[in-house]
């Protein structure tokens, strides 16, 4: 039966002690051991037979059965003294409790007391400083008073949740009282000592005066202010009387002599009262602030009454006196007073001294200064507009003498063109930009410097109104007023004169100097382009910002826009004319009866004559200017080559042979063409490859033409295709000229011009149906061994 109990009691144990994993691994990381019976997949069986691995070690079993009895006693006596100890624990745990509450207990009741006894001492000290201030108040002891008022506020502030206490509250009351009859008795000594009528009390400053300052700053900042208030109305009394609007020295003329009287005033006060006032309160600063707040005042006052005497070296005199005092301050005070007053003076202002050193001579800069890089911004004058404020009504003065001295100044740049005339050819002006444009943004930028002196406001703005109004005038009375006008052109420069052919006579040519000045019209409406654009990006700097967007030079930049353009014109106008006789002369050669090949056409001789003339006088006088010289090459080559291949049509009928001689002189103008941006240099230079795109595509074009004509006939169906695979045309009237060219009759022309429509391709789904026809085109590369090919069957039959 014990047996049978022992087997029961080792079932319910194992299930009672079944550990998880993470336990189990924690029991054998604090307890390690190597016994069998410790390990968690511990088996009775294979236990056993690790003790009796034979028959005959079962003789051993009761030795056996001993031990492992012997090791669960101890195993038994090991528990029990565990868990007996626990039990100790647990009733040590309580005792310790206890002693713990006790200590607390103990704790708070010293701290209680701890609070009692600050709290009676700091009722004795406010009971004690509340009667020794009144004591003191009356005696007008300020130097103690000063003391002890602030430590005796400091001690009331422990009292405000005793509030509800009679006798606290009764003397909080008391100190309100001392701080109120103390306020009242500090004004009262002020204005006794600095009356507001009358002169100031003589000898220095009153030690009993300097002890209630120091008083005035624990009581309620009204007083502080008040007394600080009466001071600065008294001493600057004086001043009100000296400058009264009627008085003589009011005026703007002598405006210097306010600046002096307040530095004199303020020399006065640091040596008389410097030391009577604490520093932090910034006496000398508020002085001089409000002296500018009332001399703001009443200039203003004066200038609205005397309106009509304001001249603009008196308002510029009087603005410059104001701003170099105002910056006098910003070098004496920090501006730490004027947080208060910000809505009164125009502090948003940026400093306009930040980019000129004072002293420069404006009149001297040059224009070259509008690309320099702007210096870096020095800290804004917190005094700048504090007084100059004033004179920003009545700065229309200024913009009106800008108005005329800049309409004087473009009269004068008229009159000396007149009478020193254009740039002469072979000097240093030729092609150059005009003196008068430097001349004229020099003046501009003295302008826009001085008048964002006086203002960054609407002021601004009219000026620049002014400065668009001039820059037109510019392009309109000097640039284009002084181009040469051609003998086609006597009624003014229009788009439609522009284009005007002469035929049939030879076109007056501009001489060499019209060229030079045209070519120096352009340099010059180029850097008034560029330097418009800077000056609109430093008036925007000037201005204030909310002022920015209507600030915009665009429309005056597109008139110097326009000038250029206009110069280009004429420049290939001029060129396109000359060449315009030698391409009639071309159109009227017998080319049916031309009965061999020869060097080149004397029209060709012709038209590379007038190139060689024009364009090395263009390339040296545009060399500032590289850009619109490849301009005026690109736009001349848009205009004489359909005008070329125009001429090559009216060349009818022609021969096979003559066709081949025209084909030649094609090639000639076209190598020309090529070389024309650097023909008569020195220095080669390869042509701009957009320039290059176009000629090539032109004139191939042209020997497509000639060698379509220069196809027989017959048979119809493969002239007709190769038409079409050459010049990829499919408009009928192109095809009408090609037939004309080669003598076609009029019943032939029309079995080809069907033969044609039939022939052309089906345009792609989708397109307009128009003539255009996209067709390979054979390369530069191609053509150019093609043509070689030909001068060399030429020169054969030579």
């Known amino acids: 039966m014990m047996e ?13 002690l079944h550990l998880t994993p993470e336990v189990q691994l924690a029991i054998e990381q604090v307890f ?69 509450r006790d200590i607390k207990q103990l704790d708070h009741a010293k701290r209680h007391l701890t609070t009692s006894i600050t709290t009676l001492n700091h009722l004795h000290m406010l009971a004690g400083g509340v009667d020794s201030l009144e004591a003191m108040t009356r005696k007008r002891q300020y130097g103690e008073v000063a003391n002890l008022l602030q430590g005796v506020v400091n001690v009331l502030e422990h009292f405000h949740k005793y509030m509800g206490i009679p006798q606290i509250r009764q003397l909080s009351e008391r100190v309100k009282a001392a701080q109120s009859e103390l ?21 220095g400053p009153s030690n009993v005066l300097q002890d209630a300052c120091l008083v005035a700053n624990v009581l309620d900042p009204r007083i502080k202010q008040e007394v600080i208030k009466k001071f600065i109305r008294q001493h600057l009394s004086e001043y009100l009387v000296l400058f009264q609007e009627n008085q003589d020295v009011a005026w703007l003329d002598k405006i210097d002599r306010r600046y ?77 007073t004027l947080t208060d007053k910000k809505a009164e003076s125009p502090l948003d202002s940026t400093n306009p001294f930040l980019e000129d050193e004072p002293g420069e001579d404006l009149g001297t800069e040059k224009d070259e200064d509008l690309t320099k890089p702007r210096k870096p911004k020095a800290p804004d004058n917190p005094f700048h507009g504090i007084i100059s ?52 943004f020099v003046y501009y930028k003295k302008c826009m410097v001085q008048c964002s002196q006086l203002s960054t406001g609407e002021p601004m703005i009219a000026l620049t109104t002014i400065f668009q109004k001039f820059l037109r005038e510019y392009a309109w009375k000097i640039l284009s007023g002084n181009l040469p006008k051609s003998s086609s052109n006597t009624g003014g420069l229009t788009i439609s004169s522009l284009l005007k052919e002469k035929e049939g006579s030879e076109a007056a040519k501009f001489t060499v100097d019209e060229l030079c000045l045209i070519c120096s019209i352009l340099s010059t409406a180029e850097y008034c382009l560029a330097t418009t654009q800077q000056l609109e990006e430093k008036l925007k700097e000037k201005v204030d910002k909310v002022l920015v967007e209507r600030i915009n030079l665009t429309g005056e930049m597109d008139t110097f826009s326009t000038v250029i353009s206009n110069s280009i014109q004429l420049l290939v106008q001029d060129l396109d004319a000359a060449c315009d006789p030698a391409l009639t002369a071309m159109s009227k050669m017998p080319w049916q009866s031309v009965e061999h090949v020869g060097d080149q056409s004397p029209y060709v001789t012709s038209i590379i004559m007038h190139i060689k003339q024009n364009v090395p006088i263009l390339r040296d006088n545009l060399a500032s200017t590289r850009k619109y010289f490849t301009q005026f090459c690109i736009k001349f080559t848009n205009s004489f080559i359909p005008k070329f291949i125009n001429y090559i049509f009216r060349c009818k009928p022609i021969s096979m042979v003559g066709a081949e001689q025209l084909l030649l002189d094609t090639h000639s103008l076209k190598t020309v063409l090529l070389d024309m941006p650097s023909i008569g240099s020195q220095v080669l230079r390869k042509a701009p490859a957009s320039y290059t795109k176009i000629v090539v595509k032109g004139m191939t074009r ?12 017959e048979p119809p169906v493969v002239f007709v295709d190769n038409y079409i695979k050459l010049l990829a045309d499919g408009n009928p009237e192109t095809f009408q000229k090609i037939l004309d060219m080669k003598g076609l009759k009029r019943s032939e022309q029309s079995s080809m011009l069907e033969l044609f429509r039939q022939r052309l391709p089906t345009p792609p789904s989708g397109s307009d149906g128009g003539p255009s026809l996209s067709f390979s085109t054979p390369t530069p590369e191609q053509e150019s061994s093609r043509i070689r090919k030909l001068e060399k069957l030429i020169k054969k039959r030579l």
């Open 183 to 203: 306020g009242t008795q500090i004004l009262a000594d002020f204005e006794e000592a600095f009356p507001s009528q009358g002169s100031k009390r003589p000898g």
């Open 389 to 440: 404020k004033c004179f920003e009504p009545h700065l229309y003065v200024y913009i009106e003498s800008q108005d005329k001295n800049l309409g004087e100044l473009i009269d004068r740049f008229v009159a000396d063109f007149r009478t020193q005339g254009p740039p002469k050819s072979g000097t240093e002006e030729g092609g150059a930009v005009l003196p008068s444009c430097a001349d004229l």
């Open 4 to 16: 049978d109990e022992e087997f029961e009691f080792a079932e319910d144990l194992e299930a009672i």
């Open 32 to 100: 390690p051991s190597q016994d069998p019976l410790d390990r968690a997949d511990f088996n009775a069986v294979e236990y056993i037979n690790t003790l009796f691995p034979t028959e005959q070690s079962l003789a051993n079993i009761d030795d056996v059965v001993n031990k492992i009895r012997l090791k669960i006693r101890r195993l038994d006596d090991n528990i029990r003294t565990v868990v007996r100890g626990q039990t100790n624990v647990g009733q040590d745990g309580r005792q310790v409790k206890e002693i713990t």
């Open 702 to 713: 042209a020997e497509m033409i000639l060698k379509v004509v220069m196809a027989p006939h």
């Open 260 to 336: 002096a009287w307040i530095k004199r005033q303020l020399l006065d006060y640091e040596e008389k009262y410097g030391r009577m006032f604490p520093e932090e309160w910034c006496m000398t600063e508020r002085i001089a602030v409000e002296f500018c707040h009332i001399t703001r005042v009443e200039l203003a006052k004066v200038m609205r009454t005397r309106a009509k005497e304001i001249e603009v070296k008196l308002l510029l005199f009087a603005i410059q006196r104001t701003t170099n005092f105002e910056g006098l301050l910003s070098k004496r005070f920090t501006g730490c």
